[in-house]
């Protein structure tokens, strides 16, 4: 099977059955916020169920900490990945990530696993270096057209319980797989034509296309300072967004690249894009949103 897909030098070309995508998370992405790594390198593969779109999918991931990448889809009989889905208790309503079970197992290791070029394991990244899709083009920044009311968002940072979390994101009408999924927190991009960054004219938020590594809050901070001393685009104001910033960027559904974000954000981030992002903030940890270095520029869009 490995022998179609295009690994990394650090990679294990072999499966580890026992992995599940909680695991994975607690395992690399806890990994990721400690400063005293001893290896960054290490690199599995596993396989999981998606349960996010129309229909299940079954995918094959290569994890690792501070990285992460699906490596193929796998064409698994629909009824086996709804079987397992209810084999956890769950129904084939509940949006989120599954492991395998013990049948699927069986399955891929005969079907897939043991089998030189299977068919139905499909590579999701090819040979070449596939340019990556931002989607449609923003419109420039200060020609959006936008009248509306401005939204301020808060700015000082908090510690929140679910129960807070839950009224501050109903309270803004922010989108949440669980708390709120009909929330539709609209945005009002721009493109500010320096291929880095784009502004939301709606709330005065200038955001970092790209994310910063996975690191621990104290490296992050360093990192911030980091690109403030370089004037990373043109400033040095650059900080972490609060929790209402970064839950500002939610969408309903995901995009291509899987990201519960505008497309014109990269796919280059080191957290799943599927994972519920109102229960990592909870944590204290960082999701793909949280990683989108900003600067408030409302006085300048004013």
Same mark, same amino acid.
């Given at each position: 099977? &490995? ?8 990679? %294990? ?11 994975? &998370?607690?395992? =690399? #992405?806890? *990994?990721?916020? $400690?400063? +005293? ?36 889809? @796998? ?27 013990? #049948?699927?197992? /069986? ?5 897939? @696993? ?35 009311? /401005? @939204?301020?968002?808060?700015? *000082? ?13 109903? $309270? ?12 539709? =927190? ?7 034509? +320096?291929? =880095?960054?784009?502004? +939301? ?8 296309? %790209? ?6 809050? $104290?490296?992050? #901070? $360093? ?5 403030? *001393?370089?004037? =990373? ?33 990269? *796919?280059?981030?080191?957290? +799943? ?24 520029? #409302?006085?300048?869009?004013?």
């Amino acid at each position: 099977m &490995f022998t179609k897909l295009k690994l990394s030098d650090s990679t %294990a070309a072999q499966i580890e059955w026992d992995m599940t995508p909680d695991l994975a &998370f607690c395992t =690399f #992405s806890a *990994k990721g916020l $400690r400063d +005293d790594l001893t290896n960054t390198d290490e690199r599995i593969c596993y396989f999981f169920v998606d349960n996010y779109g129309e229909k299940p999918k079954l995918y094959l991931m290569e994890r690792g900490t501070r990285y992460i990448n699906v490596l193929a889809e @796998v064409t698994a009989p629909v009824s086996m990945l709804e079987d397992c889905i209810i084999s956890h208790g769950c129904t084939l309503t509940t949006k989120d990530n599954f492991p395998i079970d013990a #049948s699927l197992k /069986k399955w891929l290791i005969s079907e897939v @696993v043991e089998q030189e070029n299977c068919p139905l394991l499909i590579p999701t990244i090819s040979e070449g270096s596939e340019k990556e899709n931002f989607g449609v083009p923003l419109p420039v920044a200060g020609k959006t057209g936008f009248k509306g009311e /401005k @939204v301020i968002l808060p700015t *000082k940072q908090s510690s929140l319980a679910e129960n807070e979390l839950k009224e501050l994101i109903i $309270r803004w009408n922010f989108y949440d797989t669980v708390l709120n999924p009909q929330g539709n =927190f609209e945005n009002v991009l721009a493109d500010n034509e +320096d291929t =880095f960054t784009v502004t +939301d004219e709606r709330t005065g938020i200038m955001w970092q296309k %790209a994310g910063l590594d996975l690191c621990s809050i $104290r490296k992050m #901070s $360093r990192n911030i300072e980091q690109l403030n *001393k370089d004037t =990373f685009a043109g400033f040095d104001d650059w900080r972490i967004p609060t929790t209402e910033e970064a839950m500002s960027l939610m969408e309903q559904a995901p995009n291509r690249k899987g990201l519960y974000l505008h497309p014109c954000f990269s *796919k280059e981030q080191p957290f +799943d894009g599927k994972t519920k992002a109102h229960r990592i903030l909870v944590r204290g940890l960082q999701t793909r949103q949280d990683l989108l270095v900003f600067r408030n520029c #409302s006085r300048w869009l004013l």
